[in-house]
């Protein structure tokens, strides 16, 4: 995938130039610059907190910028509560969606806003900026806290960026005192419905106040072409979702991912003409439910995917749908610590898979996991699963290296095998190549690149 060029990306200038209206110290004062200000206007905030009463509606090319997000605060008025009887949001439309609970609204299709260097606080509220069809939008240096449903929601976003922002706790169960009304899974501290061109970097998302039981989703999108997520730290259970629509050029670099990337489709879904819906690379996966498949036209390359013994309650790439998919799909170069109870489980029909030159090692895990390392649909034609280049090791507890006994017909070449219990059951054919990753694996990920990768171990 070609790489974003950053520093153009994230400071290209405005189409309109920034008129600045005078420094705004009080909220009546916010808000009348807001109303009566013209596109493209300049509203630069002074240090203290402003509490609003009602949404700040921003027009094209406006900039709203604090004095720094530990020293400008916006949040809402304690009469301003808008009802949550909307929630959970419909996701792909509007229709039932209340766009006026949120301290900050885009203007329907206004271009070129900036808000930046200020602390959003909406306990009250269902997210803290929304907006439809905002090009060349530029969201950073933003903390954004304590929101009931998302933290940024937005429709048809293209060329935006969304960078070193804080999401804490942007999103959560919305059962606040409310009668009748029942909670549920967040939409997500970023929630976009088709997303182009846009990137999302060097920002951190934690969750501190529901329990780790709960699902919260760090990135959510529903349908995502030609967009970069790198160098963030995500601290959640499910990380970023890009489930059902068709997706294109999707990269996702060089972040530390505490939860789930999934990114199922019906039946595997469409391949572009690119030959790539997404490519998930040079990240530090901490949790072994680590990757929710199944994607046709999906790379997997030069990960450290870094798991606790103790819990091993997932499989690294997971699939639980029933619709066959053609494929295919590549699994290459990545190391894999302690994976629970398998590296693959793919309950559909998935072909044209390709698990090569990975490194995966395997240690007695708490339960302790005794499955084969890879599981595949008896129904798979498995002339086009192949299995080739990598260092299996198994230390401490033999396992399998497959589940069914159809799978033993995949295509499996010059892998080095230890302590591998089924290995008389296929041929293994040698090759001319040295099994295991092709180069080493170092890279930075995270924040700023606050992580360093260097083969097996990652430290700040």
């Given at each position: 995938m070609k790489r974003l060029p950053l520093v153009a990306f994230w400071f290209a200038p405005l189409l309109c130039p920034a008129v600045a209206v005078g420094a705004v110290d009080d909220t009546d004062t916010l808000?009348?610059?807001?109303?009566?200000?013209?596109?493209?206007?300049?509203?630069?905030?002074?240090?203290?907190?402003?509490?609003?009463?009602?949404?700040?509606?921003?027009?094209?090319?406006?900039?709203?910028?604090?004095?720094?997000?530990?020293?400008?605060?916006?949040?809402?008025?304690?009469?301003?509560?808008?009802?949550?009887?909307?929630?959970?949001?419909?996701?792909?439309?509007?229709?039932?969606?209340?766009?006026?609970?949120?301290?900050?609204?885009?203007?329907?299709?206004?271009?070129?806003?900036?808000?930046?260097?200020?602390?959003?606080?909406?306990?009250?509220?269902?997210?803290?900026?929304?907006?439809?069809?905002?090009?060349?939008?530029?969201?950073?240096?933003?903390?954004?806290?304590?929101?009931?449903?998302?933290?940024?929601?937005?429709?048809?976003?293209?060329?935006?960026?969304?960078?070193?922002?804080?999401?804490?706790?942007?999103?959560?169960?919305?059962?606040?005192?409310?009668?009748?009304?029942?909670?549920?899974?967040?939409?997500?501290?970023?929630?976009?419905?088709?997303?182009?061109?846009?990137?999302?970097?060097?920002?951190r998302f934690v969750r501190t106040q529901m329990d780790k039981a709960d699902e919260f989703y760090g990135i959510k999108a529903r349908q995502g072409k030609r967009c970069r997520i790198h160098h963030n730290t995500i601290e959640v259970n499910f990380s970023i979702e890009f489930p059902f629509e068709n997706d294109e050029e999707v990269e996702i670099d060089h972040n530390v991912l505490y939860g789930t990337v999934s990114i199922p489709k019906y039946a595997g879904g469409a391949v572009p003409a690119s030959g790539r819906t997404f490519h998930i690379h040079h990240n530090w996966f901490r949790d072994s439910y680590a990757i929710e498949f199944v994607r046709n036209g999906a790379e997997i390359s030069h990960n450290l995917f870094d798991f606790d013994v103790q819990k091993d309650h997932g499989n690294l790439i997971s699939a639980f749908g029933r619709a066959a998919a053609p494929g295919p799909a590549s699994f290459h170069n990545n190391l894999v610590s302690n994976p629970g109870r398998g590296v693959v489980w793919i309950n559909e029909v998935f072909n044209n898979l390709e698990i090569r030159n990975n490194h995966i090692v395997t240690r007695t895990t708490a339960t302790p996991r005794t499955e084969g390392l890879f599981g595949f649909n008896p129904a798979c034609d498995f002339k086009t699963i192949t299995i080739r280049d990598n260092i299996i090791e198994c230390q401490g507890q033999t396992r399998p290296l497959l589940r069914c006994d159809e799978s033993y017909g995949s295509v499996l070449q010059n892998n080095r095998l230890e302590n591998v219990s089924d290995t008389e059951r296929y041929e293994n054919r040698p090759a001319d190549r040295t099994p295991g990753l092709e180069s080493p694996l170092q890279f930075e990920c995270g924040v700023h690149g606050e992580v360093k990768v260097n083969g097996w171990q990652a430290r700040p």
């Open positions: 808000v009348a610059a807001v109303r009566d200000g013209a596109e493209g206007a300049l509203i630069e905030l002074g240090a203290g907190n402003f509490e609003l009463a009602a949404p700040l509606e921003l027009k094209a090319g406006m900039t709203l910028k604090g004095a720094g997000i530990d020293k400008t605060i916006i949040t809402h008025a304690a009469d301003w509560k808008p009802s949550t009887r909307t929630l959970p949001d419909p996701e792909m439309t509007t229709k039932g969606l209340d766009t006026q609970a949120y301290l900050i609204r885009l203007r329907d299709k206004a271009a070129d806003i900036t808000v930046s260097d200020l602390t959003l606080r909406a306990p009250q509220l269902h997210g803290a900026i929304y907006g439809w069809e905002n090009e060349n939008a530029h969201l950073h240096h933003l903390r954004i806290q304590d929101t009931l449903w998302t933290g940024i929601r937005t429709f048809l976003l293209k060329n935006g960026k969304i960078h070193d922002c804080e999401f804490i706790d942007a999103g959560g169960r919305w059962e606040r005192g409310e009668p009748g009304v029942k909670g549920g899974i967040t939409g997500g501290a970023i929630f976009s419905i088709w997303m182009a061109d846009t990137e999302i970097a060097h920002n």
